[in-house]
């Protein structure tokens, strides 16, 4: 309904000649909501035009401007274009610390998403001083209950995580969805979110029946509030489907995994590093089932992606080079 409303708006504005100033208002809006709608595209076009707007007709250091950049930045960090999100990103931050000094709401979120860039690009030390900092002033500067805390929370549990700091991110994540089930009650994506991570961790420490428990509840409630087309539904069906890889169950592992690769493919593009992590659990699979070949071509497909989108030295693309050496060694056995 927001979003007809929305256009609905826009279309009134663009007819009437209206402030460009306003129209760019309402494009940043509908950018925003075609961005959590998993609408890249559309959500992209809206935010550029808002931002080119802004800069023609704002005073250079107008607030709008660098969270214009902000919403940019986010959104190319999730289209795979590194450069130009970091581009934005470091924009944003240097105009809200020019403006608002270091020890403000803005700044923090500049900080917050930074540190996000870099956890995606796998710069894991870099990323833990960004969070860290946009905790600490988050924590002076906000409510004790607010969610943008809860975010950074949930960011540093992910950090942690993928540093196999595995106490200190189950930590983060109780603190994060203590805070988020306060709020949101138990019927909300972002808490679907939550018990996907620690369901991931719950499958990495080797509880299988937990995890299995854990993301069968984030996939069940991920679907019954987004859908389960929604881009992010994607990694709740391929979460649940390496938990029933790890306990045997292989032809429901499939599905899953199937089904999150289709989505990703279908929101991201399939020369995405997020269709390259599904093809990378789809390997896996295939050689769980004794299939090397499909096995090793699933995975050569994976590592094409993340040699031409992600940087050398990053983890996933090292996780995919030990799968294809596990095929490997598999195929020398038979």
Known sequence: AARRYLEESLLIREGSNGQ????????????????MRGDFPRARQCMQRALTLWQAHLPPNHPYIPVAHENLGVLLILLAEYDAARAHLRHALRLHRQRWGDLSVQTARALANLGSFLMA?????????????????????????????????????ELCYLQARYTEAAAYYERALAMRLAVFGPHHPDVAELWYNQGRLALTLGNHEQARDLLEAALDLQVSTLGADHC??????????????????LLTARSYLEQGWIVRERSYGAQ????????????????????????????????????????????????????LAQILDRQREQ
Do not use: K, W
């Open 20 to 35: 460009p100033e306003a129209i760019a208002s309402s494009c940043n809006l509908l950018g925003l909501i075609h961005h």
């Open 121 to 157: 690009q796998g710069h894991y030390r870099r990323a833990a001083l960004y969070l860290t900092r946009a905790l600490t002033i988050r924590q002076q500067v906000l409510p004790p209950d607010h969610m943008s805390t809860a975010q950074t929370l949930n960011n540093l549990g």
């Open 232 to 249: 992010e539904t994607a990694a709740r069906f391929d979460g649940l489907g390496q938990a029933y890889l790890a306990l045997g169950d």
């Open 272 to 323: 995405h590093p997020f269709t390259a992590l599904s093809l990378q659990s789809l390997s896996r699979c295939a050689l769980a089932e004794g299939h090397c070949a499909q096995a090793r071509d699933t995975i050569e497909r994976a590592l094409a992606i993340q040699r031409a989108t992600l940087d050398p030295a990053h983890p996933d693309l090292a996780e995919s080079l030990l799968v």
